[in-house]
């Protein structure tokens, strides 16, 4: 079965601290990884994609890896602000006819300032 | 620049009542797919459309029926709508499979 399991499920940190999410997957077998923000009571934002051929992709503040082999991926964030506070959710892609996205259930990201 | 649009975004039902969820995207998109987010368990894939005229199940298709109305539009209907389909309802489109996917505001939705 294919599973998605984030570490840690909250997390709380002052201003200007440089973070780590983690995520792992079940089955490697996967043509992306897209990682979203959620505020609360909103929709997902994308955030990132990075593909199963890259190892990692960047966008401003945010730099995320993929060690497709071992199922995991990590979202970087660096020098958090309040206005990161979300959740972060993350989805490997199994594709197919579909766009397979299997979601975790996310990591709450409290940043205090 | 609308992205993905649904409506309603709030809708108290009673049991077995019936009710169609809209759904609109702007960027041209040839995917469309309709989501649920329950506490403790994330979004879960409920119908798709690969592209116009196309329709699949995803993962928890029970109680759910869906119209790609053209390429813009996919609605998601409840027949007889249930407690167990009290949720947060997702839409979402992508360019094609295994493309970027962006996601409406929600609809948030109790049966009672």
């Not at chain 2, 459309?49 to 029926?65: H, M």
């Not at chain 2, 996919?74 to 360019?95: D, G, K």
Request: glycine fraction near 8%; charge should be neutral; aromatic fraction near 8%.
């Amino acid at each position: 079965k294919q599973e998605v399991t984030q570490i840690p499920a909250a997390l709380s940190v002052p201003e200007g601290e440089n973070l780590v999410l983690n995520c792992s997957f079940t089955d490697s077998a996967i043509y992306n990884l897209q990682w979203f923000r959620q505020d609360p009571g909103k929709g997902l934002t994308s955030l990132l994609l990075i593909q199963s051929s890259q190892r990692e992709q960047t966008s401003g503040r945010l730099n995320a890896s993929l060690d497709k082999s071992s199922g995991r991926s990590t979202l970087y964030i660096a020098a958090s602000q309040p206005g990161d506070s979300a959740t972060y959710l993350c989805a490997p892609n199994y594709g197919g006819a579909t766009n397979k996205l299997i979601f975790g259930t996310g990591t709450l990201l409290a940043v205090q300032p | 620049n609308a992205g993905v649009t649904q409506t309603p975004k709030f809708q108290v039902l009673k049991t077995g009542q019936s009710m169609t969820l809209q759904c609109a995207q702007d960027m041209n998109h040839n995917s469309m797919y309709w989501y649920r987010q329950d506490p403790g368990m994330g979004l879960r894939l409920i119908y798709y459309s690969a592209s116009e005229g196309t329709t699949d199940k995803g993962e928890v298709p029970n109680g759910y029926n869906v119209s790609r109305l053209n390429k813009r539009e996919f609605s998601l209907r409840l027949e007889s709508a249930a407690p167990s389909q009290t949720s947060v309802y997702f839409c979402a489109s992508s360019a094609q499979e295994n493309t970027e996917a962006f996601f409406g505001q929600g609809t948030r939705l109790t049966v009672v």
